[in-house]
T-cell receptor, first 116, second 111 residues
Framework: AQSVTQPDIHITVSEGASLELRCNYSYGATPYLFWYVQSPGQGLQLLLKYFSGDTLVQGIKGFEAEFKRSQSSFNLRKPSVHWSDAAEYFCAVDPTTQGGSEKLVFGKGTKLTVNP | NAGVTQTPKFRVLKTGQSMTLLCAQDMNHEYMYWYRQDPGMGLRLIHY???????AKGEVPDGYNVSRLKKQNFLLGLESAAPSQTSVYFC??????????FGQGTRLTVV
């Protein structure tokens, strides 16, 4: 079945440590890939997206993500986490690659806690 | 620069009551969406619209109706609220290939 999997429900890191959030998908062709962040009580905000080309994409707030076709993964990374990065992070996949988001599928999210 | 604005932010309904959630965007986006977010379920698409005057069903449309009479507005209606519709509702809009812009959400409780 087609799906988006975020294996880690909750991750805790210390401020200043590096971060990697995992996302795997199961679709036949390479889909469009997104990462969103949701701060408490807020809506989701787009961090970055991958459509094609360079497999390492840069986003806002110092985040980057790497698309690995062989692993069907799109992991999110940040070299040094700040306390303000505490939030929930959602990976999303558009299997249609047609630009509209009506077929966008979200993972169930990874909650990030940052310790001082 | 308001972006996507949802009204109201909080609401408590009794079972069987009706209500309308309003979403307004000022970015001239063609596409608009209504999602619900439930713990452990992620976001699920209720209905969406690809332009003024058009609507379509998403993943979980039952019990909801929508209308897009103006390009900038997308209304979500609950005709007869049920406790299973207790959720946080998010509206979003987009240009093709640009990703979604979300509102801040409406927390709805049905008692």
């Amino acid at each position: 079945a087609q799906s988006v999997t975020q294996p880690d429900i909750h991750i805790t890191v210390s401020e200043g440590a590096s971060l990697e959030l995992r996302c795997n998908y199961s679709y036949g062709a390479t889909p469009y890939l997104f990462w969103y962040v949701q701060s408490p009580g807020q809506g989701l905000q787009l961090l970055l997206k991958y459509f094609s080309g360079d497999t390492l994409v840069q986003g806002i707030k110092g985040f980057e993500a790497e698309f690995k076709r062989s692993q069907s993964s799109f992991n999110l990374r940040k070299p040094s986490v700040h306390w303000s990065d505490a939030a929930e992070y959602f990976c999303a996949v558009d299997p249609t690659t047609q630009g509209g988001s009506e077929k966008l599928v979200f993972g169930k999210g990874t909650k990030l806690t940052v310790n001082p | 620069n308001a972006g996507v604005t949802q009204t109201p932010k909080f609401r408590v309904l009794k079972t069987g009551q009706s209500m309308t959630l309003l979403c307004a965007q000022d970015m001239n986006h063609e596409y608009m969406y209504w999602y619900r977010q439930d713990p452990g379920m992620g976001l699920r698409l209720i209905h969406y619209s690809v332009g003024e005057g058009t609507t379509a069903k998403g993943e979980v449309p039952d019990g909801y109706n929508v209308s897009r009479l103006k390009k900038q507005n997308f209304l979500l209606g609950l005709e007869s609220a049920a406790p299973s519709q207790t959720s946080v509702y998010f509206c979003a809009s987009s240009y093709p290939d640009r990703g979604l812009f979300f509102g801040q959400g409406t927390r709805l409780t049905v008692v």
